[in-house]
């Protein structure tokens, strides 16, 4: 009899083990997560500690030298501006602002779509056909002609209106992947038993509907910072961005406005792109590596191919 008993207490010491590590283990074992989380730690400390990463003699990346539209040297690796302004400076210090654009438009975008989309799902009804078509409606709108249009006349050269817009445009593609995942856990028995409990929607939303798509929410973030990134880069070498910022898009405007490949010094317009390109896709990796940890139907396959390649 207590042998019975011990076999069955196993198993539930196992169950409960499991979702503590699970997401943790998952990412270590997956290649996409571990180089886009590499990459992303590497743009962090740039952006934190840019004067690291600066000889001493450049520490002011907007400080006018001596020597314009210099080639690459020891002295300025990867040349200067116009002005004089050491390039390579710019970019480090230019990741600051870049990164916060990605990170707060893309928190944005995501609380919006959270909002919307699991609040469509869970009241249903009117709410829910209201919701929805306002989410149809932003998803057939022309994005990058009503975002130049809004950033124009809301603001030029505002960093918050820039923000603002990406986020009011970025919402509607994550709110319909949300209603999507939200329908499908509406009548799951574990909603039923706290609205049997008298628990208010308010409740039963953030406390029992949201834990469960956390891998959801955080691949829906990494697609709306994805979005920003590279959307904001666009407005700002357009030059609809504060040409006096320091940003990579900034960086763009001002090598394509001095004539950077005209005068023999393509480091200047290739590294900003660069390192839009590298901060996209540490951001894509890691919202496809959460979209295969997430997915249930793309662990079976990765478990037969494992067993068939034993």
Do not use: C
């Not at 030298?65 to 116009?82: E, K, M, R």
């Not at 654009?101 to 869970?122: D, K």
């Not at 009503?146 to 445009?169: D, E, H, M, P, Q």
């Not at 390109?277 to 037969?304: K, M, Q, T």
Request: hydrophobic share 50%.
């Amino acid at each position: 009899m207590s042998a019975i008993v011990t076999g069955a207490a196993a198993p539930t010491t196992t169950a409960t083990r499991r979702p503590r590590g699970g997401l943790l283990r998952a990412i270590m074992r997956n290649r996409k997560a571990m180089i886009g989380a590499g990459l992303l730690v590497l743009f962090v400390l740039l952006a934190a500690f840019p004067q690291l990463f600066v000889p001493g003699a450049h520490h002011d990346p907007q400080a006018i030298g001596d020597l314009p539209l210099q080639s690459p040297s020891g002295q300025h690796w990867l040349g200067t501006t116009g002005l004089g302004q050491d390039v390579y400076a710019q970019l480090i210090y230019s990741t600051r602002e870049s990164l916060v654009i990605a990170v707060v438009a893309g928190a944005g975008a995501t609380i919006l779509s959270v909002l919307i989309g699991v609040s469509a799902a869970y009241l249903g009804g009117f709410a829910d056909d209201g919701l929805s078509m306002l989410t149809d409606i932003f998803l057939v709108l022309p994005t990058f002609p009503l975002i130049i249009v809004l950033a124009t006349y809301a603001g030029k050269g505002n960093l918050t209106v820039i923000i603002v817009v990406l986020i009011l445009t970025g919402w509607s593609y994550g709110a319909r992947q949300m209603r999507a995942q939200a329908l499908s856990l509406r009548n799951r028995d574990f909603l039923e038993s706290a609205r049997v409990r008298g628990e208010r929607s308010s409740y039963i939303i953030v406390v029992e509907v949201l834990p469960t798509m956390t891998s959801l929410i955080v691949a829906n973030f990494l697609g709306a910072a994805l979005y920003s990134v590279l959307t904001a880069a666009g407005l700002q070498f357009l030059g609809l961005g504060d040409p006096n910022s320091l940003s990579w898009g900034t960086m763009l405007y001002w090598a394509q406005n001095q004539g950077a490949l005209v005068n023999g010094l393509p480091a200047w317009a290739l590294s900003p792109g660069l390192a839009v390109a590298l901060l996209g896709v540490s951001f894509a990796l890691l919202n496809y590596a959460f979209d295969e940890i997430s997915n249930p139907a793309l662990r079976p396959v990765r478990r037969r191919r494992a067993r068939s390649a034993s």
